[in-house]
Nanobody, 124 residues
Framework: QVQLVESGGGLVQAGGSLRLSCTASTRTSISYAMGWFRQAPGKEREFVARINWGAGATYYADSVKGRFTISRDNAKNTVYLQMNSLKPEDTALYYC?????????????????WGQGTQVTVSS
C-alpha cells in the first residue's frame, strides 16, 4: 500500500501563497491520477484539484480555478499544489490522494490512498 506524505501547510495572510507537496512512498503512484481535497471543520471533504497520469491533464474546483495549480514530478514521486491569492475560506486541512484510476475524478470514492493532511490557515 502506497504511503502519501503532505507538507507545506501553514499560516498565511489573505492574498498570500503557499505550495503544498505530496510525496509517495513508491513509484506506483506515477501510473495513476492524483488529487487534492480539503476539509474545513464541520464540513465534508471536498475536491480541490486533480491531475491525470502521463501528460497530466488537470481539473479544478470552481472555487480555486485561476488561483491554484496542480502539477506532478514523476521522477520525484511528488505532486504539488501551488496556491495563490489565498482567501480565508481556503482555510482547511488539505489531503493528497491517489486515484484508483489513470483518469481522476472529483469524488472521494475514486481514491484508494490518502495522506494524513496538512493544515492551511488563511487570516483576514
Amino acid at each position: 500500500q502506497v504511503q502519501l506524505v503532505e507538507s507545506g501547510g501553514g499560516l498565511v495572510q489573505a492574498g498570500g501563497s503557499l505550495r503544498l507537496s505530496c510525496t509517495a512512498s513508491t513509484r506506483t503512484s506515477i501510473s495513476y491520477a492524483m488529487g487534492w481535497f480539503r476539509q474545513a471543520p464541520g464540513k465534508e471533504r471536498e475536491f480541490v484539484a486533480r491531475i491525470n497520469w502521463g501528460a497530466g491533464a488537470t481539473y479544478y474546483a470552481d472555487s480555486v480555478k485561476g488561483r491554484f495549480t496542480i502539477s506532478r514530478d514523476n521522477a520525484k514521486n511528488t505532486v504539488y499544489l501551488q496556491m495563490n491569492s489565498l482567501k480565508p475560506e481556503d482555510t482547511a486541512l488539505y489531503y493528497c490522494a491517489k486515484s484508483a484510476f489513470r483518469i481522476g475524478s472529483q469524488s472521494v470514492s475514486g481514491y484508494d490512498a490518502w495522506g494524513q493532511g496538512t493544515q492551511v490557515t488563511v487570516s483576514s
